[in-house]
């Protein structure tokens, strides 16, 4: 597991929300999965929380139902992130 996350670290550093609006989402995401599979929970939401402040494919329904976050669904801060914007 340390080898996916190095990897998904590496194309978050080559490819960093603040260079592509785009793709750079996508890869953050990756890296979240990843920590969230590993059982890095803490380390998921940090990526996670930098994706909420932003528009992304990440909205709240896309975290709820990727399966690599189903380990989260029962955290606070995760059911927080995935409730989307407070009206």
């Known amino acids: 597991m340390a080898e996916a996350i190095s990897a998904a670290q590496r194309a978050v550093q080559l490819l960093p929300l603040s260079r592509d609006q785009v ?16 059982g890095n929970a803490d380390s998921a939401l940090v990526h996670l929380e930098k994706l909420a402040r932003i528009p992304s494919f990440w909205s709240g329904a896309a975290m709820q139902s990727a399966p690599a976050f189903a380990s989260l669904r029962s955290d606070p801060r995760f059911q927080r992130l995935s409730s989307g914007p407070k009206q």
Do not use: C, T
Request: no cysteine; aromatic share 6%; proline share 6%.
């Open 23 to 38: 793709d750079g989402p996508l890869y953050e995401g990756v890296l979240a999965q990843v920590h969230a599979v590993s």
